[in-house]
């Protein structure tokens, strides 16, 4: 198990939780470790997610290239969690690259993957960020489909009481209106 020097806990902390400013070249100084060895992809979406979370496109480049063939994948740590379709994560990097049809379209398959598999969370998780990212790209077009994918995502959080996923939707919902 190589992790090419990547703190993989790192990046989810950070996303999630304390919202400080990470050093520039903190993230990728140690190259990008291959993601089919044990635990790396939960460490790389980890990454993708702290690349959207900081607009970072020029690190989102090499990550998404690496990521790519993982697409259809459920992103595991092993066999002790899960952290939904890779192509979540995947559309995340397009978005933050501001590809936006491939960003869509990873994101219809993380949301007909995590639906397929029952993972509930993810798939609000997705709807949620899909949302967001119809909404950036700001197309008259994808308003409703955007509200859309919100209420639900809003619906599914608070039915399994994920409190700030469903805070930030409700945001994100305000924020758009």
Partial sequence: MSTSGWPRDLFGRYVSHTHEILPP????????????????PVALALVARTCA?????????????????????????GNEASFGSMSRYLG????TMSRWD??????????ELNTRWGARPWT?????????????????????????????????????????????VSEARAMAS
């Fill in 25 to 40: 070249n903190s993230m990728m100084a140690a190259g990008l470790p291959d993601p089919k060895d044990d635990g790396t």
């Fill in 53 to 77: 979370f900081l607009g970072d496109s020029a690190r989102a480049r090499p990550l998404y290239e690496t990521l790519r063939p993982c697409a259809r994948n459920n992103t595991c740590n």
């Fill in 92 to 95: 995340l990097l397009a978005a």
């Fill in 102 to 111: 491939a960003a869509a379209r990873h994101f219809e398959d993380a949301l």
């Fill in 124 to 168: 609000a998780l997705t709807q949620h960020d899909y949302a967001k990212m119809l909404l950036a790209r700001n197309n008259p077009s994808d308003r409703q489909k955007a509200f859309t994918l919100l209420a639900d995502a809003l619906e599914t959080s608070r039915e399994l009481w994920m409190t700030r996923q469903s805070d930030r």
